[in-house]
């Protein structure tokens, strides 16, 4: 079964400033995907970023951007220039590559806080 | 226009009591889920359908019976209602055909509290 973990249970940064995430999963399978949900205290879960575990290239949304190793399973998320709408907690999640209708295995969450 | 909407978003009942959610989505996606979110923040999957097939179903109590009555809609209900069922319960929905383009959306979710 794939677990993902999340070793950083908070994070703090100043605002304007760069923070990174941690990410680890475990997995037997060569195709999956990863991503980074989003959940701000509206409870919403948003989809931040997603990237493919067969394209090297890491893959970025405006402001988001990943460092992915496949090698050592590690699947980080750099923020940068925080703004205070980024606060939230933020959650790494696997996917099966295999076709059909594949669940989210969830890390445990990173509650990150923009100080003003 | 809301992607995935859920009823109740708020959920308050007592022990033992028989509650349903309700989830919609309009995005013409084959496939919904069920998460579950407990008090530590920690997101499970619960079920999933693929256009009204069971497809999914993780190790849940038999008081959790999810119904499909056509792929727009995937409603959760649960009998006996025991304290350790309190958590926000979330829809989601994508095309299920896996992918890159599979992705889930979620809805806003539903906090259930039991007394």
């Known amino acids: 079964a794939q677990t993902v973990t999340q070793s950083q249970p908070e994070m703090s940064v100043q605002e304007a400033e760069t923070v990174t995430l941690s990410c680890t999963y475990d997995?037997?399978?060569?195709?999956?995907?990863l991503f980074w949900y989003k959940q701000p205290p509206s409870r919403q879960m948003i989809l931040v970023i997603r990237?493919?575990?067969?394209?090297?290239q890491n893959a970025t949304e405006n402001r988001f951007s990943v460092n992915f190793q496949k090698a050592a399973k590690s699947f980080s998320l750099k923020i940068s220039d925080s703004q205070l709408g980024d606060a939230a907690m933020y959650f790494c999640?696997?996917?099966?590559?295999?076709?059909?209708?594949?669940?989210?295995?969830f890390g445990q969450g990173t509650r990150l806080t923009i100080n003003p | 226009d809301t992607a995935v909407s859920q009823t109740p978003k708020y959920l308050v009942t007592q022990m033992g009591n028989d509650k349903s959610i309700k989830c919609e989505q309009n995005?013409?996606?084959?496939?919904m889920y069920w998460y579950k979110q407990d008090s530590k923040k920690f997101l499970k999957i619960m079920f999933s359908?693929?256009?009204?097939?069971?497809?999914i179903n993780e190790t849940v109590p038999n008081r959790f019976s999810p119904k499909s009555p056509d792929k727009a809609h995937l409603n959760l209900h649960i009998n006996s209602l025991e304290l350790g069922d309190s958590a926000v319960y979330f829809c989601?929905?994508?095309?299920?055909?896996?992918?890159?383009?599979?992705?889930?959306?979620f809805g806003p979710g539903t906090r259930l509290t039991v007394l």
């Open positions: 359908y693929n256009n009204k097939e069971l497809i």
């Open positions: 995005l013409g996606h084959d496939t």
């Open positions: 997995t037997s399978e060569s195709d999956y995907y």
């Open positions: 990237q493919e575990a067969y394209k090297q």
């Open positions: 989601a929905s994508s095309q299920g055909r896996g992918g890159w383009t599979d992705t889930q959306y």
């Open positions: 999640a696997y996917r099966s590559g295999r076709m059909g209708a594949q669940k989210l295995v």
